[in-house]
C-alpha cells in the first residue's frame, strides 16, 4: 500500500511557502466535473458524476506545439475537450496548451495565430533580445532566459508576455480543463538515473509550483520570490509564459546541439549592427563603443571555440569567460564617452552584461535557476530539498518525455489517460520509461510485455488501449502512424525533425501535420468514446447500468 506523502508543518506567515492540499485545485476540478457532465451528456454517456479524464502531451519540440495544437483544435471540434478534466504537458506540448488559456479557449484563433505566425518569416528579434538584456539583471539569469527569448520565441514565432496565474478564471469557472505544465529539478538528475525517484519531478499549475511527491508548494504568484525556514524574504515579480516556455522547453536536442546552438546565436547577434542601433538606442558613437569590440569577440569565437576541448573531449568554456570578462571591463574602463548621459551609459552596460553572463552561464551549462523556496524549511527532513539556496528547472522531457507522473497520483483520481505521443523514435519509449517508474514506486500502471511494444513500434497503429485491474486506462496515440502515414513513416518524422528550425517551418509544412494530427483524433473518436462510456459506468446510477448491460 502507498504511503502519503509527507506531511509538512505550516509557518506562521501570512504566507506559507510549503502547503497541502491544493485547495484551489480541488474546487476548480470539482466545477470542471460540472461542466464535464453536462458535455457527456451531449456525447450521449450518462453518469451521476463525471469520471476524470486526462489528455497528456509528449515532448517533440514545434513538431510537438504543432501536433498538440492540432489535437486540441479537433478534440474541441468534436466536443470531447470539453469532457477533460486535466490537461498536461512536456516541453512542446506546454506551448501548445498554453495557449489555448491565453485565447481563453478559442482554438479557431490560435489557428489563425498559427497560419499568420507561419505564412511571414517574421520575428521581433529586436523585442526578444530586450526582454533577453532585461532578464540578465537578474541575479538568477541562466541559459533558461536566452534559451526562452531567443530561442523559443523565435520558434512558435510569439512572446507571451501574460502569467500563468492569469489562467485562473477559466479554471476556477470550469470553462477549462484544469492544466499541469512538467519540468524536473536537474540537481537530482542522479536520483533519476539510479532510483526514478519521484522527487524529481515539478509541476506548474494557475495556483502552484513545487514538488508533488513532497507535498511542497508555493503559489504560482511567488514561483521565483526568495524564501528563507518558510517565510518570504524578498517578492519577485511573477515570471512571464515566455520564460516557463523556455524553462518548459529547454530539451530540443542533446546537449551539445543546445550548446552548438547557443554559441552560434551569440555569435550571429554580435554582428547584427542595426539591431544593436534599436536597442541601445541613443547610445552616441556605437560603432566605437560596441561594434568594434563585437567584431573581435566574433572572431575569437570562431578563431578559438571548435579547437579547445578538455581531457575528456568535452568543450571547454573556460577561455570565453575570461575573455567576457576582460573585454567587457576593457571596454567600459578604456572607452571614453564624455558626451554620453548616465542613462545611455547604462544601456551600453546592460548590453555588455548580458553578454559576459550569458558567456559564464554557457561555460557553467547552467538552467533554469530560481531561488528554492524549500530553503531551510524546518518541515523538510530531506536535507538535500532544504540546504541549497537554488533550484535547477528543465525540460522533464529528460526524464520521461510525457506527463504521466503528474497525473497519476491517487489524489487526482484519473480513470481515462489520451496520452499523444510526438516523441522522436519509438513511440512506446514513454511507455516502457512509465512502465518502469511505476513498477519502481508501486503506482498502479497497465503492464505490457516488452516483445509486444517491440512489435507496435516497428508499425504503430494509431490508437493502443492498454488497461490492468486497477488503476487508469491509458489510450496512446502515436502521432506518426500506418493508419495516418502508410508506409511513409519515417519519411514524415524526417520532415519534422526535434530540432528542425522555426526558419524552415512554412505555412506548407505546418498545416500538413496539423491534418495529420486532427485526423488522429477524428478517426479514433468512437474509440474514445467507448472509454469514456466505460469510465463513467464507475458512476451509472444503478437503473442505467442494467439496461446497458443489455446492450
Known amino acids: 500500500m502507498r504511503t502519503s506523502p509527507p506531511r509538512l508543518r505550516r509557518t506562521e506567515n501570512f504566507l506559507t511557502a510549503v502547503h497541502h492540499g491544493k485547495k484551489e485545485e480541488?474546487?476548480?476540478?470539482?466545477?470542471?466535473?460540472?461542466?464535464?457532465?453536462?458535455?457527456?451528456?451531449?456525447?450521449?454517456?450518462?453518469?451521476?458524476?463525471?469520471?476524470?479524464?486526462?489528455?497528456?502531451?509528449?515532448?517533440?519540440?514545434?513538431?510537438?506545439?504543432i501536433a498538440c495544437l492540432g489535437v486540441l483544435s479537433e478534440m474541441k471540434e468534436q466536443g470531447l475537450l470539453d469532457a477533460v478534466t486535466y490537461l498536461a504537458g512536456v516541453s512542446g506540448s506546454t506551448w501548445a496548451?498554453?495557449?489555448?488559456?491565453?485565447?481563453?479557449?478559442?482554438?479557431?484563433?490560435?489557428?489563425?495565430?498559427?497560419?499568420?505566425?507561419?505564412?511571414?518569416?517574421?520575428?521581433?528579434?529586436?523585442?526578444?533580445?530586450?526582454?533577453?538584456?532585461?532578464a540578465a539583471r537578474s541575479e538568477n539569469y541562466s541559459l533558461t532566459d536566452f534559451w526562452a527569448y531567443l530561442v523559443i520565441s523565435k520558434q512558435t514565432r510569439e512572446l507571451p508576455e501574460s502569467h500563468l496565474s492569469n489562467m485562473k478564471k477559466p479554471v476556477e469557472e470550469g470553462t477549462l480543463p484544469y492544466p499541469i505544465f512538467a519540468a524536473i529539478d536537474n540537481d537530482l538528475q542522479p536520483s533519476w538515473q539510479e532510483a526514478k525517484a519521484q522527487e524529481t519531478w515539478f509541476e506548474f499549475t494557475p495556483h502552484h509550483a513545487g514538488f508533488p511527491a513532497l507535498g511542497a508548494y508555493v503559489s504560482t504568484t511567488h514561483f521565483g520570490s526568495k524564501f528563507k525556514k518558510g517565510r518570504l524574504v524578498r517578492t519577485h515579480p511573477e515570471r512571464d509564459l515566455s520564460f516557463l516556455r523556455g524553462l518548459w522547453g529547454s530539451a530540443l536536442g542533446n546537449a551539445e546541439v543546445n550548446r552548438n546552438y547557443i554559441f552560434d546565436q551569440l555569435r550571429n547577434l554580435l554582428t547584427l549592427r542595426d539591431l544593436w542601433r534599436r536597442t541601445v538606442a541613443g547610445v552616441k558613437n556605437v560603432g566605437r563603443l560596441i561594434f568594434?569590440?563585437?567584431?573581435?569577440?566574433?572572431?575569437?569565437?570562431?578563431?578559438?571555440?571548435?579547437?579547445?576541448?578538455?581531457?575528456?573531449?568535452?568543450?571547454?568554456?573556460?577561455?570565453?569567460?575570461?575573455?567576457?570578462?576582460?573585454?567587457?571591463?576593457?571596454?567600459?574602463?578604456?572607452?571614453?564617452?564624455?558626451?554620453?548621459?548616465?542613462?545611455?551609459?547604462?544601456?551600453?552596460?546592460?548590453?555588455?552584461?548580458?553578454?559576459?553572463?550569458?558567456?559564464?552561464?554557457?561555460?557553467?551549462?547552467?538552467?533554469?535557476?530560481?531561488?528554492?523556496?524549500?530553503?531551510?524549511?524546518?518541515?523538510?527532513?530531506?536535507?538535500?530539498?532544504?540546504?541549497?539556496?537554488?533550484l535547477h528547472l528543465v525540460d522533464a522531457g529528460l526524464a520521461i518525455n510525457t506527463p504521466f507522473p503528474l497525473v497519476l497520483p491517487p489524489t487526482r483520481e484519473v480513470d481515462l489517460i489520451l496520452s499523444f505521443d510526438f516523441s522522436a523514435g519509438d513511440p512506446f519509449e514513454t511507455i516502457r520509461a512509465t512502465t518502469d517508474y511505476c513498477r519502481r514506486h508501486k503506482i498502479p500502471f497497465p503492464h505490457v510485455e516488452e516483445a509486444k511494444l517491440d512489435l507496435w513500434s516497428k508499425a504503430p497503429a494509431s490508437c493502443y488501449i492498454l488497461k490492468e485491474e486497477t488503476g487508469p486506462v491509458v489510450m496512446h496515440f502515436p502521432l506518426f502512424n500506418t493508419d495516418a502515414c502508410g508506409d511513409n513513416i519515417e519519411a514524415w518524422s524526417d520532415t519534422y525533425d526535434t530540432f528542425k528550425l522555426a526558419d524552415t517551418y512554412t505555412l506548407d509544412v505546418v498545416m500538413p501535420l496539423l491534418a495529420l494530427a486532427k485526423m488522429n483524433v477524428r478517426e479514433n473518436k468512437k474509440n474514445i468514446l467507448r472509454e469514456m462510456r466505460h469510465a463513467a459506468m464507475l458512476y451509472y446510477p444503478k437503473r442505467y447500468t442494467q439496461s446497458c448491460s443489455l446492450v
Open 97 to 134: 496548451v498554453s495557449s489555448l488559456y491565453t485565447s481563453d479557449g478559442d482554438m479557431e484563433a490560435v489557428e489563425a495565430d498559427l497560419r499568420h505566425q507561419f505564412s511571414r518569416q517574421e520575428w521581433d528579434l529586436a523585442k526578444s533580445l530586450q526582454k533577453t538584456i532585461q
Open 26 to 65: 480541488k474546487v476548480a476540478v470539482e466545477r470542471r466535473r460540472l461542466h464535464v457532465l453536462k458535455a457527456l451528456k451531449k456525447l450521449h454517456i450518462e453518469a451521476d458524476k463525471a469520471p476524470v479524464v486526462a489528455v497528456l502531451g509528449s515532448g517533440g519540440g514545434l513538431r510537438a506545439h
Open 292 to 390: 568594434a569590440p563585437l567584431l573581435r569577440l566574433q572572431q575569437s569565437l570562431r578563431r578559438e571555440r571548435p579547437a579547445l576541448e578538455d581531457e575528456g573531449g568535452e568543450p571547454n568554456y573556460n577561455w570565453l569567460t575570461e575573455m567576457l570578462e576582460n573585454w567587457t571591463r576593457t571596454s567600459l574602463e578604456k572607452q571614453k564617452q564624455p558626451d554620453e548621459d548616465p542613462e545611455s551609459k547604462g544601456s551600453v552596460s546592460d548590453f555588455l552584461d548580458f553578454v559576459r553572463k550569458t558567456g559564464i552561464c554557457a561555460s557553467k551549462w547552467e538552467w533554469g535557476t530560481t531561488h528554492n523556496f524549500l530553503y531551510k524549511h524546518g518541515g523538510i527532513r530531506d536535507k538535500t530539498m532544504s540546504s541549497r539556496k537554488h
